[in-house]
């Protein structure tokens, strides 16, 4: 029995996808479409990224108080701690592509990496710009129903392309071909690096400016000054930010999990956990890094 197109998406569920490379590293939570018919998800939060292509139909998107009014061809973005909700419209019922995935910055020193950054430090939620999105929906949904030898392969470098589609249709950055050449850039490049190698084992500052070769309170300064973060703060965020992936994608105890990340006190753990996010890991977990608005 042959698939139908909206069987296949829903099917690239039941299909692991995870893309690591140098620059970046994505794990896909889940794909959906909506259509024919009306409906409503209601106010929320989530700790990843969730993206939805428009492709017929009306409704509205709320986003962090702000109404933007869709129609076929948009494309709009939650972000992780955005609160949003999409409300259909009866007599023209959206229909709708949605993904979501979780996504961490590998590398600082791409033109890849240049864009994501771009990406993720944009405020743009909604956007006609869409590429090639629409042929790469059709894309995957036609290697799902073919199931033919190499299908996960191409279903990763299609997602890939999907990602960075997104990317760009909310950017409009030049890609620089060279690094910059200040050295407060570049030492600040080689601590976060730093950080991202080490984040599951107890750093010092002396470590780290060992490995740049200055003191501590000159490369503590420099930091600071180059990222608006103090290094504990850099750090305290990455950690956290790996624990949301780990309880998402795991089944671990939230002790594990903490000595993962670096910290060998559940306790402190979950009281740093709390402040951040508002909730224990293990509500996080429950809740599957969603959380309604009261």
Request: proline share 3%; aromatic share 10%; hydrophobic share 35%.
């Amino acid at each position: 029995m042959s698939l139908s197109h909206q069987d296949a998406i829903r099917q690239l569920n039941q299909i692991p996808v995870r893309i690591q490379t140098s620059d970046f590293m994505a794990d896909i939570l889940w794909w959906g479409m909506y259509e024919n018919e009306w409906w409503r998800n209601y106010l929320h939060v989530h700790s990843f990224y969730e993206i939805c292509y428009t492709f017929d139909g009306v409704g509205t998107f709320l986003c962090n108080n702000q109404r933007h009014d869709i129609c076929a061809g948009d494309l709009f973005i939650a972000r992780p701690g955005d609160y949003h909700e999409i409300v259909s419209s009866h007599h023209h019922p959206l229909g709708i592509y949605f993904w979501s995935y979780s996504l961490s910055i590998q590398s600082t020193q791409t033109d890849t990496t240049e864009l994501l950054n771009a990406y993720i430090n944009s405020t743009d939620s909604v956007s006609r710009n869409v590429g090639t999105i629409p042929q790469v929906f059709h894309l995957l949904a036609d290697e799902v129903m073919r199931h033919e030898a190499g299908y996960i392969q191409s279903i990763t470098a299609l997602t890939t392309k999907l990602l960075l589609e997104t990317a760009r249709s909310v950017t409009n950055i030049s890609i620089q071909t060279n690094l910059p050449s200040d050295i407060q850039s570049t030492v600040a490049r080689e601590i976060i690096q730093y950080l991202k190698d080490n984040y599951h084992q107890p750093i010092l500052i002396r470590d780290i400016a060992a490995q740049v070769h200055m003191s501590e309170r000159h490369v503590s300064r420099l930091f600071l000054q180059s990222t608006g973060k103090t290094i504990k703060t850099y750090l305290t965020d990455l950690r956290l930010k790996k624990a949301c992936h780990l309880l998402l994608q795991s089944s671990d105890p939230v002790g594990e999990v903490a000595q993962q990340i670096g910290y060998p006190d559940a306790r402190y753990f979950s009281t740093l956990f709390r402040k951040q996010y508002g909730r224990t890991p293990t509500l996080f977990r429950e809740q599957n890094g969603t959380q309604f608005a009261e």
